[in-house]
């Protein structure tokens, strides 16, 4: 269907900077809408920013301003732009994409890239 594959993360003081990357193969015309979530330890995944293929963008409160999400490529890369990163922004973050295919709803994950904010 469609694979996610997702780079750029890793270490940053606080108030860096670092982009997050994400490139989907396979199928990717049935692909609806992409985003990026984030999972902290003890923690459930949340959403941050997610972008429709019309380019409608949505981001949780604690990142607006922020983060900006974008899309290049004829919609296969995905990029998470983050500014002003606080500590509580550490977590691993997974790349998303859902579509539909032959009239099934599916999900896609990356498998995770770690970003780390010290103090």
């Known amino acids: 269907q469609v694979q996610l594959v997702e780079s750029g993360g890793g270490l940053v003081q606080a108030g860096g900077s670092l982009r997050l990357s994400c490139t989907a193969s396979?199928?990717?015309?049935?692909?609806?809408?992409m985003g990026w979530y984030r999972q902290a330890p003890g923690k459930l995944r949340e959403l941050v920013a997610s972008?429709?293929?019309?380019?409608?963008?949505n981001y949780t409160d604690s990142v607006k301003g922020r983060f900006t999400i974008s899309r290049a490529n004829a919609k296969n890369t995905v990029y998470l732009q983050m500014n002003s990163l606080k500590p509580e922004d550490t977590a691993v973050y997974y790349c998303?994409?859902?579509?539909?295919?032959?009239?099934?709803?599916?999900?896609?994950w990356g498998q995770g890239t770690q970003v780390t904010v010290s103090s």
């Open positions: 998303n994409a859902h579509g539909v295919l032959a009239g099934y709803p599916f999900t896609s």
């Open positions: 972008i429709t293929s019309g380019g409608t963008t």
């Open positions: 396979g199928i990717i015309f049935s692909i609806n809408a």
